[in-house]
């Protein structure tokens, strides 16, 4: 993950991490288009190095190493979170305890090696401003013509897009979600050509969960709750209330994109 962006969300790192979100993170099938896409990449541009970027507990790796994708390949999973990459327990794994900003293709790669990058929602955590630069120094550490496949939270709606980062404003968090449209085009601009997209499996939002991942009181939550009602209504495509607290809905994308020549 991302140096000084994690904040209060390090008490669910570790043990808790793969019951959050009723298990989102953890299971097999919710990461199978995900994965299907990683494979399908790699079955027409072999790669050397595999590395997920932000990849916690080694949850994908560990998935991907139980396919046939090749006995030759090296698995990588580089995180900020200690308590994260000590749960990365599957043989063939190698955990790197970096931040992402600060990572460099020589932490992972020999030269002469092919790399293949994989991430799964990480980038909200670099905010609007930091949405380009992070993509331009994850695109430096890539040649030309190698891989980079991310799930990434999306919105084809600005109202939605709004509510949600109304949301997360309010959560006393830097994080931030774009348009479709806008991160295809920060993703070209890096130096990233986007060859395929596709739908990946809805993230439901309760407030439970939130108020423990960020450490919000009961009052403070309920004020959250009547705010985002009264601007943005008690129900619309990714915002809803329930008795108690709030649902939302993060739509994800999966992204297949390929190093152009350098921006």
């Not at 084809?156 to 404003?169: E, G, Q, R, S, V």
């Not at 085009?185 to 993230?203: E, F, K």
């Not at 990714?238 to 994109?257: N, W």
Request: proline fraction near 4%.
């Amino acid at each position: 993950m991302l140096k000084d962006h994690i904040g209060t969300e390090a008490v669910i790192h570790g043990q808790q991490w793969g019951s959050l979100h009723n298990g989102y993170f953890a299971d097999p099938i919710i990461a199978r288009p995900l994965l299907n896409a990683v494979i399908d990449v790699l079955t027409h541009s072999p790669a050397d190095v595999i590395v997920d970027l932000g990849g916690g507990t080694g949850f994908l790796l560990s998935q991907l190493a139980a396919h046939d994708i090749g006995p030759a390949l090296t698995l990588k999973n580089i995180d900020c979170s200690k308590a994260q990459l000590a749960l990365t327990d599957t043989a063939g794994i190698s955990p790197v305890h970096k931040s992402l900003e600060d990572f460099k293709r020589i932490d992972v790669a020999a030269a002469g090696q092919r790399l293949f990058l994989m991430m799964r929602s990480v980038l909200h955590y670099v905010g609007e401003n930091g949405l380009h630069p992070f993509l331009r120094h994850i695109r430096a550490q890539a040649q030309e013509g190698e891989f980079f496949v991310h799930q990434t939270a999306s919105f084809d709606n600005k109202d939605d897009a709004a509510c949600l980062n109304a949301l997360y404003n309010y959560l006393h968090t830097a994080k931030w979600y774009p348009m479709t449209n806008e991160l295809t085009r920060s993703l070209a601009d890096s130096g990233w050509r986007v060859t395929n997209t596709m739908a990946a499996p809805t993230l439901l939002l309760t407030s439970d969960d939130l108020a423990l991942r960020y450490a919000l009181d009961a009052t403070y939550l309920a004020h959250i709750r009547d705010k985002m009602a009264r601007e943005f209504g008690a129900k619309n495509q990714v915002f809803s209330l329930t008795p108690s607290g709030f649902h939302a809905y993060l739509p994800y994308r999966i992204f297949t994109c390929v190093a152009s020549l350098s921006p």
